[in-house]
């Protein structure tokens, strides 16, 4: 066999390992997590937005984002189920803790110098 013919191989079955084997379980997992979602599963969307699941139809999922508040999202919008520990820990976190302190001055700039005129070229006689 010709040994660039080896390399080649070799290099398929190592990006195959690396890069696509993975990239197919996670998507596996996803699929399945989504299919297993259940009304009470705490959840976080793909834009950050975490929520109670209140109902699921074939292709959203509605969620409970605060008391009263509903939204329907994709059920491919839904990133990942939320651990019990972490929304234990985000209920915990005083709601004043998320209140931005003063902001900041903005920054001043020294306004820019006027250009000045460009020097004309001179042209060389030959």
């Known amino acids: 066999m010709d040994p660039i013919f080896i390399f080649f191989l070799v290099m398929l079955v190592f990006l195959y390992l690396l890069l696509i ?37 074939d292709e959203r999922v509605q969620l409970e984002v605060d008391a009263d508040v509903r939204i329907a999202v994709s059920r491919r919008a ?30 001043t700039f020294p306004e820019p110098e006027p250009e000045s005129e460009p020097v004309a070229e001179e042209q060389s006689s030959r």
């Open 21 to 57: 084997r993975p990239q197919r379980q996670q998507a596996k997992r996803h699929q399945d997590m989504l299919e297993n979602l259940s009304v009470g599963d705490e959840v976080v969307t793909a834009g950050g937005i975490y929520g109670e699941v209140t109902g699921i139809d």
């Open 78 to 107: 839904i990133a990942s189920k939320v651990t019990p520990e972490e929304a234990a820990r985000m209920a915990e976190e005083p709601e004043d803790a998320a209140e931005p302190e003063e902001a900041p001055e903005p920054e």
